[in-house]
C-alpha cells in the first residue's frame, strides 16, 4: 500500500496549492481519507477529511472556507485545494486513509499515511 502525497511548494501569502494524494495497493473507494499537518515544533493536526463516496466533508476551522477536499476514486486520488493560503499554513501535510466509520479526525483512526509533501507560505 502506497499513498503518494504531491503539490507542495512554495507560494505567496494569499495564492493557492492543489495537493493530491495518489494510492496505489488499495481500492480507495473503501476508505475515508484524511489530510493532516505538521509545522515545524508542532504536534500533527487535522486539516480535512471526506467520506468514501466524497459526500460528506469535514475541515478544520483554520482552513474552512478556503479549502475544498475532493477525490476521483476512478483515479485512486484525492484532492486538497488550498486558496488564500497563509503563512501559518506552513507545514508537511500528510494525506491518510481510514477504513473505519468516518470520516474521523483522530489520526489513529488512519491505518495508512503518505509521505507528506511540504507546503511553505511566505509572507
Known amino acids: 500500500v502506497q499513498l503518494q502525497a504531491s503539490g507542495g511548494g512554495l507560494v505567496q501569502a494569499g495564492g493557492s496549492l492543489r495537493l493530491s494524494c495518489a494510492a496505489s495497493?488499495?481500492?480507495?473507494?473503501?476508505?475515508?481519507m484524511g489530510w493532516f499537518r505538521q509545522a515545524p515544533g508542532k504536534e500533527r493536526e487535522f486539516v480535512a477529511a471526506?467520506?468514501?463516496?466524497?459526500?460528506?466533508?469535514d475541515y478544520a476551522d483554520s482552513v474552512r472556507g478556503r479549502s475544498t477536499l475532493s477525490r476521483d476514486n476512478a483515479k485512486n486520488t484525492v484532492y486538497l485545494q488550498m486558496n488564500s493560503l497563509k503563512s501559518e499554513d506552513t507545514a508537511v501535510y500528510y494525506c491518510?486513509?481510514?477504513?473505519?466509520?468516518?470520516?474521523?479526525?483522530?489520526?489513529?483512526?488512519?491505518?495508512?499515511w503518505g509521505q507528506g509533501t511540504q507546503v511553505t507560505v511566505s509572507s
Open positions: 471526506i467520506s468514501r463516496d466524497g459526500g460528506i466533508t
Open positions: 491518510a486513509a481510514d477504513p473505519s466509520i468516518g470520516p474521523n479526525r483522530g489520526s489513529k483512526k488512519y491505518d495508512y
Open positions: 495497493g488499495l481500492t480507495l473507494s473503501r476508505y475515508h
